[in-house]
């Protein structure tokens, strides 16, 4: 699958014959918790569509323990192969040792941004992302561009320049454009909502920064549904991104700083409500990044305990709202941050199944990722192309009405290939549809 990266190891280590520096390097004795049974392999979806070991967690977790020892350099094989890993972790949900295999790939890739000197395109390319997709203001900005592109098809055409393995992120991006129109994009929720009716607690809403830009009425949605249930809704647009993208990708220090700016704004909640997966994961692991930090520390791992994915936390609370019939095919798709790293699995699936006449649908390989994980996509194109097409057709099997999705990079990644499978099945957020039904509404 692809060449491997060019670049050269640049170690900070003291005695520069190590590939990780000092800086919490991936733990020694996580390491040493896998067997290597191979339990992983199944649900490992590069190990799925290549059958290469080291493009497995067990594989990854030798290349783990290559890098701590000495004499050995973090070469570009090894980045080649810790590059190809999308972060999904449904290696964890499988593994029956227990590995954290969500720790040691966390800790890996700050090292490979620390101590590899990436070639200048690749190095440009994630500088443009982070500049783009963290700040919504400037997605709005480009959203028009976007969508007149991909009137015009341009990404076909990228496809056919003699330079398109270098401008196949570019393409992507086109062809991942939702076609929501402008004028939704544009449009602010209320920074505060009431509670309707007897409140039960004030909720910080994170607006994210892709989802408030493609997927307005996502927000909007879960806005209405909360206060509906009698929170109290409290949503900033000063805080612009959470960092998920960043920590995902190995850019810690600047992932950091959207991390604390945010816990400031949302200091006063009692809970921090999140609609979209991996900002959810993230969240919630803020109190394990920042341990170290004595300023912060603590402070971390108090705001981590009071973040919910919002289906989490609706399921906490006796409905009061009323729900009323929709009648539709439902297939739920699980967000790989959302099933695996955050174990929140039966919630969603529950307050579904609580609308009537909704029929909840499952696809085959619910485990498998879609190929969208953060920016996975614009820089592993071809292996993301292949998941989308994969997960595609295991929805299209269940013959849906619609699709329910709870992870904005899920829903663009799916429905990409969905329109090119010429199944244009709609997408919704979960709470898109309980808005639906308590506030009847069509969809």
């Known amino acids: 699958m692809g060449r491997a990266a060019t670049g050269q190891p640049t170690t900070t280590h003291p005695s520069s014959r190590f590939a990780f520096d000092d800086k919490r390097p991936p733990a020694a004795e996580l390491i ?76 890996t890739r700050p090292q490979i941004e620390r101590n590899y000197r990436r070639p200048v395109f690749e190095r440009m390319l994630r500088k443009l992302l982070f500049a783009t997709f963290t700040h919504p203001g400037r997605l709005r900005m480009l959203l028009p561009l976007l969508l007149l ?6 990404e076909d055409m990228v496809r056919r320049l003699p330079a398109r393995a270098r401008l196949a992120s570019f393409g ?47 927000n909007r949605a879960t806005a209405k549904v909360l206060a509906a249930e009698g929170f109290e809704v409290f949503a900033p647009a000063s805080v612009r991104c959470c960092g ?29 409500a999140v609609n979209a997966a991996g900002c959810g994961s993230s969240m919630k692991d803020y109190g394990h990044i920042l341990a170290d930090d004595p300023e912060w520390a603590e402070r971390a791992e108090r705001f981590s305990l009071k973040v919910r994915d919002v289906t989490e936390l609706l399921s906490e609370f006796e409905p009061v709202a009323p729900r009323h019939a929709l009648n539709l095919k439902v297939a739920y ?17 529950n307050l579904l199944s609580s609308i009537p006449g909704l029929e909840l649908v499952e696809p085959a390989e619910w485990e498998l990722c879609c190929g969208s994980a953060g920016i996975y996509n614009l820089l592993q194109t071809e292996a993301a192309e292949e998941l989308g097409v994969r ?47 308590i506030f009847e509404r069509r969809l």
Request: proline residues 5%; neutral net charge.
């Open 391 to 437: 997960k595609a057709k295991n929805l299209i099997a269940t013959t849906p009405d619609a699709i329910a999705a709870g992870n904005p990079g899920c829903t663009l990644q799916i429905a990409r290939y969905l329109e090119q499978a010429g199944r244009a099945v709609p997408i919704y957020h979960p709470t898109e549809l309980l808005h639906a039904s």
């Open 244 to 272: 998920a993208l960043m920590f995902h990708t190995g850019y810690e220090v600047d992932a950091l700083v959207l991390a604390k700016k945010m816990m400031e704004a949302f200091k006063d909640c009692d809970y921090v």
């Open 333 to 349: 798709h699980d967000a790989c941050h959302l099933a695996h790293a955050q174990k929140v699995r039966s919630e969603p699936r």
């Open 172 to 218: 992507t991006m086109l062809a991942l454009a939702p076609k929501a129109p402008v004028g939704a994009a544009l449009k602010r929720l209320p920074e505060h909502m009431a509670a309707r009716g007897t409140k039960r607690a004030r909720v910080g809403l994170l607006q994210g920064c892709v989802q408030r830009v493609f997927f307005s009425d996502v």
């Open 32 to 107: 040493d918790d896998c067997v290597h049974c191979g339990f992983c392999l199944p649900t490992c979806p590069t190990y799925v569509l290549w059958g290469e070991e080291m493009d497995s967690p067990r594989g990854r977790i030798v290349l783990m323990k290559t890098g701590l020892e000495e004499a050995n350099e973090l070469s570009s094989e090894m980045v080649t192969h810790f590059d190809r890993c999308l972060g999904c972790m449904a290696c964890v949900t499988a593994c029956p040792s227990g590995v954290q295999y969500d720790k040691l790939i966390e800790a």
């Open 149 to 154: 592109a991909r009137a015009l098809r341009i």
